[in-house]
């Protein structure tokens, strides 16, 4: 029973994603925000102020008076969680792990690096083996973990478990991303509104690239790629909150429908998952509705951190199809992030 909080950052803590981070661990257990960085625009600030709060509910109290800092490893803290934009992470990551701290990122920038864990606690816990590889080649005295693309995130669970279970060969896949996910303010009203924006920037090429990682294996400290191809055509579409992916999949071992089905429903999460104290009670759950994932009914299921699946069928093309949803902001970002730390916590190498 842990009785003293361990001390974080939110980098970036005033955007889409930080904003989520702010309020998810205004009540954890296990963290507690002490610091907030933001840009020019707000350093200085109380965060309260700086913010422009888009959630629910009031800017939680431990955090509303807080001076928001510059973003910069001299902050008296052990944990950083990022949400900074691209650039910014490119240059200030590998700052902070070189100084010492434990870099939880939501950001592209280090994800597919060979080195870096790119981490989801009920896929791939082991793959935190690489941080030893990663601080013996840059004489880190900390490390940067990442948390996949929103978008990977919502194909990914079913492609792991029928993976482990028929072995997987390919997978075509069309996402339909909400506007949140590019943060605020975004794509303009104009562009969206009664539109479907099939474009968005690197996409397709992290959905081609991440499962490889999050699927393949670490052996000896090194990472070894699933052999795998993914083909991937990212799309946003005027939905708040919550990505959907229509995948069609190849596999090795052919699965009737109700075998397939079966697998999503009897899998289990790997034990170390008990003892995350965000980990939702139920992963995956099964849909058996035709007219279901929908991102407005399903993006919620287990507090936005479970994967909502259905319209599990016969491919005609590959072997198997399904639509997969979960919440962006949420299981896709923030709430991914801080399972990825609590996990760190149990393992030993934070807290
Ligand atoms: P956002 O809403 O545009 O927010 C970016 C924030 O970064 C702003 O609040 C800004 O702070 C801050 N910032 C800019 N320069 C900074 C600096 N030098 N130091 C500290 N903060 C700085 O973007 P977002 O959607 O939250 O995305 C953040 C990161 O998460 C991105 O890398 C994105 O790719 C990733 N991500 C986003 C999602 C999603 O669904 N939105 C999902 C997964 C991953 P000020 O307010 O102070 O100007």
């Not at 279901?292 to 936005?304: H, K």
């Amino acid at each position: 029973m842990r009785t003293k909080r361990i001390p974080v950052a939110v980098l970036g803590g005033t955007g889409t994603v930080g904003q989520r981070f702010v309020q998810l661990l205004a009540h954890h257990p296990w963290f507690e925000v002490k610091v907030v960085t933001g840009s020019e625009r707000t350093v200085g600030r109380a965060y309260r102020e700086g913010v422009n709060w888009k959630l629910n509910g009031d800017v939680p109290d431990g955090v509303a008076d807080l001076t928001v800092q510059a973003t910069a490893p001299n902050l008296d803290v052990p944990v950083v969680f990022s949400a900074l934009p691209t650039t910014e992470a490119k240059e200030y990551e590998p700052q902070f792990a070189a100084a010492g701290y434990a870099v939880i990122t939501n950001t592209s920038v280090y994800r597919l690096a060979p080195d870096v864990p790119l981490l989801i606690p009920e896929l791939n816990p082991d793959h935190t083996d690489l941080i030893a590889t990663q601080k013996s080649n840059h004489g880190w005295s900390g490390f940067i973990v990442a948390s996949p693309n929103c978008s990977t995130t919502s194909a990914i669970l079913p492609l792991k478990i029928w993976d482990d279970a028929f072995g997987l060969r390919s997978v075509i896949m069309v996402t339909m991303q909400a506007i949140s996910g590019a943060g605020y303010p975004g794509v303009s009203a104009l562009d969206i509104t009664d539109n479907v924006i099939p474009y968005i920037g690197g996409e397709d090429y992290k959905l081609e690239n991440e499962p490889k990682k999050l699927l393949g294996r670490v052996v000896n400290g090194q990472m070894a790629l699933a052999d795998v191809t993914v083909s991937a055509q990212a799309n946003r579409v005027p939905v708040l909150n919550g990505h959907l992916a229509s995948v069609s999949v190849g596999v090795g071992h052919k699965p009737t429908v109700d075998e397939a089905i079966a697998a999503l429903q009897t899998w289990q999460t790997p034990t170390v998952c008990q003892e995350l104290p965000s980990a939702p009670q139920r992963t995956v759950i099964y849909r058996p509705e035709p007219e279901r994932p929908q991102p407005r009914l399903d993006r919620d299921t287990g507090d936005g951190l479970a994967w909502t699946v259905g319209k599990v069928r016969q491919c005609p093309v590959l072997d198997l199809r399904y639509l997969a949803l979960t919440h962006n902001t949420l299981r896709g970002a923030a709430s991914g992030a801080i399972l990825n730390g609590e996990l760190l916590v149990v393992q030993g190498y934070i807290g």
